[in-house]
């Protein structure tokens, strides 16, 4: 179930988070200020209520740009968006249609503000729902991409500084993940790919795979990062053969 309307940023865009916004949770009117990153040319604005954008992403987001010149027309699906920035750097310079969704409505209200600060609002839309609703969407996706929450329930304590709900990815970390995985078999074109970030070696190993495999989505290749790893995982009906990337 859609818990908003899909946004068109650059028609009726949700509220911009302006300079100050009130927090609940944040202590009694306690006022959020807008923060900004640099996520490869992109300025993102967030405030401690979604996840810090990190700047290693940005390799999800070139390897996406990459895949993009060679995946057919179509467009792009950003599962767990947060303020937007992978999504965003990897449509950027294409005229490729962004599709954000985040169950947060404070993470959609910056991907949609994110979009427009960055010149990107006619080729991007927001939708503040979760990966399940996404399964529902009619459209055929050449690429999606997802950024799920990744840590185990009992690690989230280690990372005081980032919300639980951007963060936790159930008993082992892959709820979450599996979840991408299933709207991913739903939605991907024939001929489509996705770009799935995780937390380890293990969960690709284990849950992911297995997920596919129900799926029908296979891992083609991986890159591992310090913090976090990449997998491209290619329809099995395709042929689960490697794009160069
Ligand atoms: C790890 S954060 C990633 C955010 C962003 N991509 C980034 O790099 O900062 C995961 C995001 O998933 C969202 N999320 C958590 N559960 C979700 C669900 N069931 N459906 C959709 N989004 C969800 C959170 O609100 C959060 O923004």
């Known amino acids: 179930m859609a818990m908003t309307e899909p946004t068109t940023t650059g028609l009726a865009a949700p509220a911009t988070p302006g300079p100050v916004e009130r927090a609940e949770g944040l202590g009694e009117d306690a006022p959020v200020r807008p923060r900004t990153a640099f996520v490869g040319r992109l300025e993102i604005q967030w405030d401690p209520r979604i996840l810090e954008p990190r700047p290693w992403v940005a390799e999800q987001s070139r390897w996406a740009a990459l895949l993009l010149t060679d995946l057919p027309p179509g467009p792009v699906l950003e599962l767990c968006s947060g303020a937007g920035h992978i999504g965003l750097l990897a449509v950027a310079g294409t005229r490729r249609e ?52 990744w840590v185990s329930s009992h690690e989230v304590t280690r990372f005081p500084e980032d919300p639980v709900r951007a963060i936790d990815g ?26 799935l970030q995780v937390g380890s070696e ?10 596919g495999a129900e799926h029908g989505l296979v891992e083609v290749e991986r890159r591992v990062y310090e913090r976090g790893v990449l997998a491209l995982l290619r329809r099995r009906d395709d042929g689960g053969g490697v794009v160069s990337g």
């Not at 970390?173 to 074109?189: E, F, N, P, Q, Y």
């Not at 293990?202 to 997920?211: E, I, N, S, Y």
């Open 98 to 149: 962004l599709v954000c969704v985040d169950v947060d409505p404070v993470a959609s209200r910056y991907a949609a503000d994110n979009a427009r600060r960055n010149g990107l609002a006619d080729q991007v839309s927001v939708r503040t729902e979760t990966i399940a609703d996404a399964a529902e969407h009619p459209t055929a996706y050449s690429l999606v991409l997802a950024d799920p929450p």
């Open 170 to 195: 159930g008993a082992d970390g892959s709820a979450l993940a599996i979840d991408c995985v299933r709207t991913a078999g739903r939605v991907l074109a024939p001929g489509g790919a996705m770009v």
């Open 202 to 211: 293990t969960q690709l190993d284990g849950p992911v795979a297995a997920a």
